[in-house]
T-cell receptor
Framework: GESVGLHLPTLSVQEGDNSIINCAYS??????FIWYKQESGKGPQFIID?????DKRQGQRVTVLLNKTVKHLSLQIAATQPGDSAVYFC????????????FGTGTLLAVQP | GAVVSQHPSRVICKSGTSVKIECRSL??????MFWYRQFPKQSLMLMAT?????????EQGVEKDKFLINHASLTLSTLTVTSAHPEDSSFYIC??????????FGNGTRLTVT
């Protein structure tokens, strides 16, 4: 059941600012990483992915950075908009993109107008 | 492409009854699907891997007799919560994908056991 007092880390930013969401992953053998966005009451939505042979990948308004040395991922969102408000999860897997994903704890991004 | 659909989106059942949740891949075939459970303000926890034509693989701590998984076709996996209790109330989410593409998720099923 739900753990009493558990809450998601929250990042509050002003509309138009850049956001950086961080994630520490657990398995040094993981070779594929994904960022998902989850809005309230919905399933996770794919944002961007990166393989372990890369350290940076850019999409539209988003950039993912991978530091394998310290097992750290970050998601950068440029010019954050109110529609970006959601919970963001990093996920890791190994052995193939369609293998089981292990999710991080998540970060709630709150965009202030 | 790669659309995953879940049904129902919400279900309320009485304690002791069973509930079936369906997960369909609408525009692709999925030999493997994954079932997750998510409690409020928490992350997604992998429950099991559903394998078409064979038994599901359950994660540690997940009771296979309580959470029955059937993957009878390449586009449908079902999760049945048997003898549901209030502590089974949660958000259940399935996912599937095509080879070498990121997994896509259904929109989840909110189960409330009264």
């Amino acid at each position: 059941g739900e753990s009493v007092g558990l809450h998601l880390p929250t990042l509050s930013v002003q509309e138009g600012d850049n956001s950086i969401i961080n994630c520490a992953y657990s398995n040094s053998a993981s070779d594929y990483f994904i960022w998902y966005k989850q809005e309230s009451g919905k399933g996770p939505q794919f944002i961007i992915d990166i393989r372990s042979n890369m350290d940076k990948r850019q999409g539209q308004r988003v950039t993912v950075l991978l530091n394998k040395t310290v097992k750290h991922l970050s998601l950068q969102i440029a010019a954050t908009q109110p529609g970006d408000s959601a919970v963001y999860f990093c996920a890791e897997t190994y052995g193939g993109a369609t293998n089981k994903l292990i999710f991080g704890t998540g970060t709630l991004l709150a965009v202030q107008p | 492409g790669a659309v995953v659909s879940q049904h129902p989106s919400r279900v309320i059942c009485k304690s002791g009854t069973s509930v079936k949740i369906e997960c369909r891949s609408l525009d692709f075939q999925a030999t493997t699907m994954f079932w997750y459970r998510q409690f409020p303000k928490q992350s997604l926890m992998l429950m099991a891997t559903s394998n078409e034509g064979s038994k599901a693989t359950y994660e540690q701590g997940v009771e296979k007799d309580k959470f029955l998984i059937n993957h009878a076709s390449l586009t449908l996996s079902t999760l049945t919560v048997t003898s549901a209790h209030p502590e089974d109330s949660s958000f259940y989410i399935c996912s599937a994908g095509v080879s070498n593409s990121p997994l896509h998720f259904g929109n989840g099923t909110r189960l409330t056991v009264t």
